[in-house]
């Protein structure tokens, strides 16, 4: 099977700072991305997504960047607020599946 | 808009039940996938339907089935359940299949399953 998998587990940061949550994919195949947030209790909820012939997109306070070389993803939380704290997960498609990682989590603190 | 719905939202079960969960994808997507989610852990994929044919299928055994239907919502049921299928049981939608144009998908609320 497909790994995905985030280097930290947990994450916290001040509110203000930036966050930067990081993904390891394993398929060099593997052509789209998705960051997705998933709150407690709710389904995870797209956040941005990168194609693989793009290095890096913006979204919102957001931006996603791809490093096909060491097949390595992270999302880039600007000014983070309360209202982030969450648990952040990277699916990467490959054929027709999305294969997730096992989540960050990230507490904002006030 | 309304996004993905999915019912119920919990569902309580015992061991060597069945259960059928539902869904019904954002209007105009014609593609329903279904995930499992343990407790602590990302989304596992089970199925994906496009146009009431099955397009794909994760590691899960046979006990585990889903069809859709012609307005494009969708069933999983499960049999003989174990323990370890209570989860979180997700379905997410997208317009066209999942592999044929880097297709987002959009994720519904989720089920949670309990089988005691």
């Known amino acids: 099977g497909e790994s995905v998998g985030l280097h930290l587990p947990t994450l916290s940061v001040q509110e203000g700072d930036n966050s930067i949550i990081n993904c390891a994919y394993s398929n060099s195949a593997s052509d789209y991305f998705i960051w997705y947030k998933q709150e407690s209790g709710k389904g995870p909820q797209f956040i941005i997504d990168i194609r693989s012939n793009m290095d890096k997109r913006q979204g919102q306070r957001v931006t996603v960047l791809l490093n096909k070389t060491v097949k390595h993803l992270s999302l880039q939380i600007a000014a983070t607020q309360p209202g982030d704290s969450a648990v952040y997960f990277c699916?990467?498609?490959?054929?027709?599946?999305?294969?997730f990682g096992t989540g960050t989590s990230l507490t904002v603190i006030p | 808009d309304a996004g993905v719905t999915q019912s119920p939202t919990h569902l309580i079960k015992t061991r060597g039940q069945h259960v059928t969960l539902r869904c019904s994808p954002i209007s105009g997507h014609k593609s329903v996938s279904w995930y499992q989610q343990v407790l602590g852990q990302g989304p596992q994929f089970i199925f994906q339907?496009?146009?009431?044919?099955?397009?794909g299928r994760g590691n899960f055994p046979d006990r585990f089935s889903a069809r859709q239907f012609p307005n494009y919502s969708s069933e999983l049921n499960v049999n003989a359940l174990l323990l370890g299928d209570s989860a979180l049981y997700l379905c997410a939608s997208s317009f066209s299949p999942i592999g044929t144009a880097r297709e987002t998908q959009y994720f519904g609320p989720g089920t949670r399953l309990l089988v005691l």
């Open positions: 699916a990467e498609n490959t054929g027709n599946q999305f294969y």
């Open positions: 339907y496009y146009e009431k044919e099955e397009r």
